[in-house]
């Protein structure tokens, strides 16, 4: 079991920027054993997106095309802490954004879907105005 809290949303104008972190918590093996991090948003009336993904353990990194080029995710793996740092903000942007983490190394699920992951974290809203 593993718990995932996120952290670092706000309040922010177009054009700004904002890291996002996400700390996972749990016994030494539980952490050690997420094979999968990612990030997702849900904006009001719509469903949870897929934003970005990162491999544990090959470090690859998946970003949906609507944040490549703005959206960077990290890890650091001493601190059991993921991150999201987002550049350029614009106001569709706006949406609660969570963390997920998942135990297998291969499913028949796309990274960008909410089924690929088992943990999830409350989220942390991000808001843009323009």
């Known amino acids: 079991q593993v718990q995932l809290v996120e952290s670092g949303g706000g309040s922010v104008q177009a054009g700004g920027s904002l890291r996002l972190s996400c700390a996972a918590f749990?016994?030494?093996?539980?952490?050690?054993?997420?094979?999968?991090m990612g990030w997702f948003r849900q904006a009001p009336g719509k469903e949870r997106e897929g934003v970005a993904t990162?491999?544990?353990?090959?470090?690859?990194?998946y970003y949906a095309d609507s944040v490549k080029g703005r959206f960077t995710i990290s890890q650091d793996s001493a601190e059991n802490t993921m991150y999201l740092q987002i550049n350029s903000l614009k106001p569709e942007d706006t949406a609660m954004y969570y963390c997920a983490a998942d135990y297998r190394p291969k499913s028949t699920y796309s990274v960008y879907d909410v089924r690929r992951f088992s943990y999830w974290g409350q989220g942390t809203q991000v808001t843009v105005s323009s």
């Open positions: 990162i491999d544990r353990g090959g470090g690859t990194k």
């Open positions: 749990g016994n030494s093996y539980s952490i050690y054993s997420i094979a999968l």
